[in-house]
Nanobody, 126 residues
């Protein structure tokens, strides 16, 4: 059974940092794009960042560009999201996602991902 398990969320003051991790099990994703999405109360799930299967290309939402960095360690089957200069508007549940299809470009919409984690809460206080 494939599982994606996020960790690293929590409560932080504005301007602070958090590092999210997403550990995959049940299959390897070394040939698959992976991404991070977030959903705030009353809002739709939105794209945050995505990374190609090799880690050579990464993509970001405009709202997080320059503050967040996505990375991956294929040997550990894990993807990370380093979040710096956090703002109250970054408050949301953050979800990790993985594409089941090999060597596809990293997508920016939820429909392009087949596996999802349960989410981790990130709360940024002002």
């Amino acid at each position: 059974q494939v599982q994606l398990v996020e960790s690293g969320g929590g409560l932080v003051q504005a301007g602070g940092s958090l590092r999210l991790s997403c550990a995959a099990s049940g299959r390897t994703f070394s040939k698959n794009a992976m991404g991070w999405f977030r959903q705030a109360p009353g809002k739709e799930r939105e794209f945050v960042a995505a990374i190609s299967w090799s880690g050579g290309r990464s993509y970001y939402a405009e709202s997080v560009k320059g503050r967040f960095t996505i990375s991956r360690d294929n040997a550990k089957n894990t993807v990370y999201l380093q979040m710096n200069s956090l703002k109250p508007e970054d408050t949301a549940v953050y979800y990790c996602a993985a594409d089941s299809r090999d060597y596809r470009p990293a997508g920016r919409t939820p429909l392009e991902y087949d596996y999802w984690g349960q989410g981790t809460q990130v709360t940024v206080s002002s």
